[in-house]
């Protein structure tokens, strides 16, 4: 082939017809292959509701949840931190001087109010000189032991740590912005990062009266039950103080939601065909998104395989079932 000049650089014909004609692919609607094996035709026609086979639901793996009225909380998602409850542990101290004659106890001994830990021979004049036995003071558990066999120990010393952890509190860290929302008693639902499958239950106890200047927070105190004692102090957790409560709220699942340029939507299912709503949320929980315009109750939404279904709607084309 021949060349041409254009500001004074000399090109192939043949590169320029090779690239004009990767162009005109691109822009004539090339056919896109589907995740699950299927292809897409892309053409220009307006988008409108997407009709798929039996072949082509199950390529996809399709599932649907209906539309429901159930109750609804809005919630205040926060992280924090697990903490003993200030009057729940106990510092084991003895009161005179002498030395460790007998041990009872260990770390990680749960002991009950009374139950001896640790007996003390006094340095005072006796023949045996008088010892002491000091129990634990509340129900518990042993977290710290501060002395060893033949120790000798002054006044004051803290032999033991005794926590009692049947309740805890979870320290969240509210922004100043969401402070309003906050009162005393609601309702809260405690995430630990080490039990990822498992919930407690718990009850904003106080808001601290300060501020943190540089984080623009302040702590919560939410006391936490914690029968199995499987929280430990110093666990993150995330929490979801309840707002309010809704007992008749049009619920769907969140994972048949779907945004794009600003827009909430969902495909409607009626027979083999889905239709693109637009919708309207309110509060939202873990599982369930309230519909505030848009849906019925009764209306069937796919909750899987609608990222499919949207590709489709978007190119206006049809899915070739997978052979």
Known sequence: MGTIMIDNKRLSLKWIVVHVFAVLIFFMGPTYLFAHGGVIDVNEQAHGPVELSDAQ???????TAEVSIQPLASLLPVNGVMQLLPNA???IAVRISGQVTALYANVGDVVKAGQPLVKVQS???????????????????????????????????????ISNRAEMLAIANVYEEDLGKIKLGQQAIIHPLSYPDQTFKGQVELIEPTIDPISRTTKVWIKVNNDQQLLKP??????????????????IPNNAILEANGEKFVFVRTDSKYERVEITTGATDETHTEITQGLSAGNEVVTQGNREIYTMWLTGGKMAAKE
């Open 57 to 63: 639901t199950k390529a996809i793996d399709l599932k």
């Open 123 to 161: 340095r005072l004049v006796g023949d045996p000189p008088p010892s002491v036995t000091i129990n634990a003071s509340i129900d518990g558990i042993i977290d710290a032991r501060n002395v060893n066999p033949g120790q000798s120990v002054e006044p004051n010393t803290v032999l033991f740590h």
């Open 234 to 251: 110093d666990m993150f957790v995330s929490v979801n103080i309840i707002l309010n409560m809704n007992g008749s709220a049009l619920v």
């Open 89 to 91: 542990q106990a510092d």
